[in-house]
């Protein structure tokens, strides 16, 4: 049977051409400024294979214990329609393939105008976009809990308007009525009770926004490259991108 994708390595503990995202992984897990990419077609993987991407512009890496950046962030191009004259924003983005189906989720920080870090996980193998979408935003909430308390203002910027209007909107009134609605079940209520209660502590400190989904705003498709990357590493746990691959780069894996 045909490999559903192959894995590019240009920078790894082995570089090459890989079909399964098991054997890819073990050749940039750990390894400094690793880039890789996934493609569809054995015959586009060589192509691109031959073309080492640039390495500009880099993302900044961690050190894992104690959280804190070690290179500096790359700063990102101005963003249309994106207001940065909060200290954080934060975008938030799912992906599930087929719908329902492998679900993940994925992240993307920015402080001020600068990309400071990138979150992919949640991986769920019977979820829906929907759920994807409720993680992202309720992760996302925990995040800029984290930095209200630091007395930083922040934004949340989600392409999902059911996601938003779940949380901020309705959830109010289905809880006054038992967490019940009049015209049925109220889907993915776990979630919904979670990042409910944590929006409302926090509400007064925060803004929540949607903004278009696939549209080139960057902030946002990083988000869903990092929710395709949770799906192809099938992480459940909400894990840092440490890769050190470029913007650009990112911007080039496969999209949700």
């Known amino acids: 049977m045909a490999a559903k994708k192959y894995y590019v390595i240009w920078v790894g503990h082995q570089p090459g051409i890989y079909t399964t995202w098991a054997e890819a992984e073990r050749q940039v897990k750990g390894y400094p400024g690793a880039k890789y990419k996934s493609f569809p077609s054995q015959a586009s993987a060589e192509a691109a294979y031959a073309n080492k991407p640039s390495s500009s512009k880099p993302v900044a890496s961690t050190n894992k214990s104690s959280g804190q950046a070690t290179t500096k962030a790359a700063k990102s191009r101005p963003i249309a329609g994106v207001d940065f ?30 990309l400071q870090q990138l979150w992919y996980g949640l991986y769920n193998p019977a979820g829906t976009n929907n759920t994807a979408e409720l993680l992202g935003l309720h992760h996302s909430l925990r995040f800029a809990q984290v ?31 038992g967490w019940k609605k009049a015209n049925g079940e109220i889907k993915n209520l776990e979630i919904i009770k979670a990042a409910h ?24 498709e990083l988000a869903d490259r990092m929710s395709v990357v949770a ?26």
């Open 197 to 220: 209660a944590l929006y409302m502590q926090i509400a007064k400190h925060i803004n929540v926004q949607h903004v278009k989904g696939h549209a080139g705003i960057e902030g946002n």
């Open 147 to 177: 930095a209200a308390e630091k007395q930083q203002s922040v934004t949340i910027y989600c392409d999902s308007k059911y996601a938003i209007d779940c949380i901020t909107k309705w959830a109010k009134g289905w809880k006054a009525k």
């Open 85 to 114: 004259s909060t200290d954080i924003s934060i975008f938030c983005d799912g992906a599930c393939d087929p719908n329902p189906g492998q679900a993940g989720t994925g992240i993307a920080i920015y402080q001020k105008d600068q």
């Open 231 to 256: 799906i192809e590493r099938q992480e459940t746990d909400l894990c840092r991108f440490e890769e050190g691959m470029s913007i650009a780069d990112i911007l080039g894996l496969a999209r949700g």
